[in-house]
T-cell receptor, first 110, second 112 residues
Framework: ELKVEQNPLFLSMQEGKNYTIYCNYS?????LYWYRQDPGKSLESLFV?????AVKQEGRLMASLDTKARLSTLHITAAVHDLSATYFC??????????FGGGTRLMVKP | KAGVTQTPRYLIKTRGQQVTLSCSPI?????VSWYQQTPGQGLQFLFE???????NKGNFPGRFSGRQFSNSRSEMNVSTLELGDSALYLC???????????FGSGTRLTVV
């Protein structure tokens, strides 16, 4: 059974600082997704990572995938308050179902 | 471009009742998936449909069922509601395996 673990579960950081969220998964997969969820809202797609070594960047966020290590990272550069949200990674198993990590609740303080 | 539309947005039902939730995917998206989100269990996969066929089902009891119509719209049904079924139910669609899933706004179901 595929397990997806994120850490940390909660992250409080100051504006302007850098930090990384980690997503480990237990079985082979080369499709991994990152989503953002604001309180009371749905999931917003951030990144789609489809191969080993994939790296994608959007603004202050950068995601990477290492399929050999079964690890994806979401790096936050110079955090701003608007990035406060919960971030989920999800692994595509069997090509048509997502297994989600537990989420990382990010709070960026001024 | 219209997104994934879920109706209704909010529902309050009584234990033992049944409920039907609806999802209209983005035009051209033939794959529709359903997920349940609760504070305790997080986001869990319910089922996925493609061209009216259920291709995968998560670990949920038979009270949870779904279907997809020829226009790709999908419904999920929960019978004999239990308090633990209170959750945010999210529908997602995508056009192919190499694209991301787009999620709808969800239906928040409260069972009292």
């Amino acid at each position: 059974e595929l397990k997806v673990e994120q850490n940390p579960l909660f992250l409080s950081m100051q504006e302007g600082k850098n930090y990384t969220i980690y997503c480990n998964y237990s079985t082979t997969s080369d499709r991994l997704y990152w989503y953002r969820q604001d309180p009371g809202k749905s999931l917003e797609s951030l990144f789609v990572l489809l191969s080993n070594g994939a790296v994608k960047q959007e603004g202050r966020l950068m995601a990477s995938l290492d399929t050999k290590a079964r690890l994806s990272t979401l790096h936050i550069t110079a955090a701003v308050h608007d990035l406060s949200a919960t971030y989920f990674c999800a692994v595509d198993q069997a090509g048509n179902m997502l297994t989600f990590g537990g989420g990382t609740r990010l709070m960026v303080k001024p | 471009k219209a997104g994934v539309t879920q109706t209704p947005r909010y529902l309050i039902k009584t234990r033992g009742q049944q409920v039907t939730l609806s999802c209209s995917p983005i035009s051209g998206h033939r794959s529709v998936s359903w997920y349940q989100q609760t504070p305790g269990q997080g986001l869990q996969f319910l089922f996925e449909y493609f061209s009216e066929t259920q291709r995968n089902k998560g670990n949920f009891p038979g009270r949870f069922s779904g279907r997809q119509f020829s226009n790709s719209r999908s419904e999920m049904n929960v019978s004999t509601l239990e308090l633990g079924d209170s959750a945010l139910y999210l529908c997602a669609s995508r056009v192919s395996q190499v694209t991301g899933y787009t999620f709808g706004s969800g239906t928040r179901l409260t069972v009292v």
